[in-house]
């Protein structure tokens, strides 16, 4: 495989939407300059027809952000088309986003809508956004449980009333990787579409499977995939900017496709939107968690200190963090202790390093990690917890700077 895939960046639309992550105007502001820097394809600004906020807040996007093209959600309604035109007629590069359900259950249960009236107001509004703007993205909503031949009838009239990019949703997180990768080769062939339409996936987090399904989708022929960052989004969230991006660059071999994304601003992002919506991600968290780049095992650290690809996959650098993290704690071992005395300008060795290492063990089974400024107590023999005996034997052995 060849080539790049688009990436659209929905922080701001599908993330906002969940409980905890709604932002304020200048906050969603300051994450859109984010994104920018990072140089993702597409900020899906809003959905302008939600509320005044929301369009003043698109508006706004698409008025000072320079780079991506804006784009707004927007059902698939004369009314919510109107208002993404209206909200992104600043932007240099504008999208419109519209979606309509496609599965049985939002046609019979949401839309009360027969399939035949589904099909038809796809093409009649979908050529309406085309009206407003030469970029209109459609997405089939619950496409995942939509039936194929139905699916494939969806996309193919979007296609022709102007689609140029047809989005295929996991809305609600069910898929399998090999689902998706079989659906989206088999929607390559069967879907009518002219050149230049793209294909691309939305996965939903339900069952954990959004940035596998995603990746699936990539190889399964989808040219964009839609993200947001720190995987924010409705329920579980969505596909992990971070992640998706990462694995394609750190496994070229395995994809052999590219990003336009500059990785090196990903913790910038990442921060940004966790000081916008005060939501940090868990400590584990792939890629922007506070562990990603940390050791405190001291087998690991060994090595790490030996060389760091022992445990290391990728560059801090190229997630733009300064450099990995040993963090000194109850699993640590004696090489990890001595390198960060050593940074604080204490030379340890031999009988003064075993004494400082029990010393440092016994603080750390109390407290659990110890940071410089603790150590430094430690070393001199200051800690709470550090067995005043044992230190006593010790100190005078070390050589402080
Ligand atoms: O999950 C979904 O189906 C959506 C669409 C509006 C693209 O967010
Ligand atoms: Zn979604």
Redesign the pocket.
Known sequence: MTGTVRIFD?TL??GEQAPGFSMTEAGKLAMAHALARLNVDVVEAGFAAASPGDFRAVARIAAEVDGPVICS?ARATRGDIEAAAAALEAAPRKRI?V?LGTSPLHREHKLNMSPQAVLERIGTMVAFAREHAEDVEF?A???IRTERGFLVEALSIAARAGATTL?V???VGYATPEEIYELFCSLRKQVERPRGVIFSA?C?DDLGMAVANSLAAVRGGARQI?CAVNGI??RAGNCALEDAVMALHTRRDAFGLTTGIDTRQIMAASRTLSQVTNTHPPRNKAIVGANAFAHEAGIHQHGVLAKRETYEIMKPEDVGLASNAIVLGKHSGKHALAARARELGWTLEGEALEQAFAAFKAVADEVGLVDSARLIAILEGEAEGTPANLWALSRLEIRAP
């Open positions: 929905t639309r599908d959600l986003h979606f997405s909503e619950d496409a989005n949703p996991d809305t939305h939903h839609e989004g409705e």
